[in-house]
């Protein structure tokens, strides 16, 4: 009776261990054959080439490429190759069950933590929504906090959905909200939370440039405290952008105002009406991150909500990042790419589609060698069945840093470990 329960409960522990963990093959050089390559550097024509990835990188492209002695060949048969793709606004490894407090990391009601939060200091790299997501092509996402003890939310991250060692820019931008939820945050008024900006940004350049005199006790008092000021520091000498949360074209606006005010680094988030205002954010160069498939308004200062936003910001020249699908952009975080799908089928050119979830993000946030499919950029590519910004498409090879990751999760796991219990008893 002993023996047989000790087996039980070894089964379950092997069990329970295998739905919890990601396979993945370590790095081998692979040759694609035949690959149609897709990414921001794309040419009209639609020629095969062949990809030869060793170690991390690319190091070969072009047609009839040899294989080196015990690498893996994939013959595309001219299926689409893509970089890995980016989702700009996910709280991947930061939340696992949205209505469970104790499993949620993205944000703090403390107001004394405000800026000084760090996502990296709670990024999970065991997270299921990692691996979930990964083998339908995700492979890089910034991941942000969510602003709920104060105007300013922390710090966001960039991620790589690898299975340890996930962080690959832990301080990417500080994140701030404003329009409805920085009113509500700062007592009801738009012009309350404004003025709660200028004096942290004051307070924060004061502080930069007097820590001594602070130290000795012989400063003014701060609103925010000390720590929350030297996150803030980069902030106000411009080695770190302002990402602030802003929807309605009259509060873009006054960011841009703002912004060159006290000479910052912006970035735009959320912009449903930016189409509006789309040659100042352009005139001013600041980049926006937003999801293209929204279409209704969801508030009063969305009203302005309009399926081609994409095309209008992007004619007018404005650098554009793609999260997707609202609610769902961290647990679902895949449908960025049904989020650029719709953006291409309200006007916006599909390479600048391509670009806006894979070598724009890249390059704002300071990942030189990833989003483009060039020799000695990372290996960090998707093979696709079909279009892959075609919802019925899927990835058929996912490479993160030429490393090989299996395309199952802990749902698919479970799917199979029940289907083949229903089998044995239809049997």
């Not at 060949?73 to 991947?92: K, Y």
């Not at 980049?287 to 200062?301: A, M």
Request: charged share 20%; proline share 4%; hydrophobic share 40%.
């Amino acid at each position: 009776m002993r023996n047989s329960l000790i087996r039980v409960l070894h089964k379950v522990c092997i069990s329970v261990c295998f739905l919890g963990l990601s396979y993945s093959v370590f790095a081998q050089d692979v040759l694609i054959q035949n690959a149609r390559v897709i990414d921001s550097s794309m040419s009209d024509e639609t020629q095969l080439t062949d990809i030869l990835v060793k170690g991390q990188r690319i190091v070969g492209l072009g047609a009839g490429l040899v294989a080196p002695d015990g690498a893996r060949v994939i013959d595309a048969d001219g299926r689409p190759v893509t970089p890995g793709l980016f989702n700009a606004a996910t709280q991947l490894g930061l939340v696992e069950v949205s209505a469970v407090s104790a499993s949620y990391d993205g944000g703090s009601v403390n107001p004394k933590v405000t800026a000084s939060l760090r996502m990296s200091d709670a990024y999970n790299p065991s997270s299921t929504l990692i691996p979930y997501n990964r083998m339908l092509g995700v492979t890089h996402s910034l991941i942000q906090p969510r602003s709920e003890g104060g105007l300013f939310a922390g710090t966001a991250s960039v991620v790589k959905l690898t299975d340890s060692d996930g962080i690959v820019v832990k301080d990417a931008a500080m994140v701030v909200s404003l329009g409805d939820a920085g009113s509500e945050m700062a007592g009801g008024s738009r012009a309350a939370s404004m003025a709660l900006l200028r004096e942290s940004i004051e307070d924060a350049r004061d502080y930069a440039n007097n820590k001594e005199s602070f130290q000795r006790g012989s400063r003014r008092e701060y609103a925010l405290s000390r720590h929350d000021l030297e996150a803030l520091v980069p902030v106000v000498q411009k080695r770190l952008p302002l990402l602030v949360r802003v929807e309605r074209a009259s509060d873009i606006e006054r960011v841009l105002a703002f912004a060159k005010e006290y000479g910052l680094s912006l970035i735009l988030s959320g912009v449903a009406e930016g189409w509006r205002v789309a040659d100042k954010i352009a005139a001013a160069n600041v980049p926006v991150i937003f999801d293209p498939i929204y279409n209704l308004p969801s508030s009063y200062e969305t009203l302005g909500t309009r399926l081609d936003n994409a095309k209008l910001l992007n004619d007018a020249g404005v650098t554009i990042m793609f999260t997707g699908m609202g609610w769902q952009s961290t647990h679902n975080a895949y449908l960025v790419r049904q989020s650029a799908g719709n953006a291409v089928a309200n006007g916006l050119p599909y390479k600048d589609a391509i670009r806006a979830i894979t070598s724009t993000p890249a390059q704002i946030f300071g990942l030189a060698t990833y989003g483009q499919i060039k020799i000695g950029a990372d290996a960090t590519l998707v093979l696709w069945s079909g279009d892959p910004l075609e919802v019925s498409s899927n990835p058929d090879l996912v490479l993160i840093e030429g490393q090989s990751f299996a395309l199952e999760s802990r749902a698919t796991r479970l799917r199979d470990r029940y289907f083949q219990r229903l089998k044995a008893i239809e049997e």
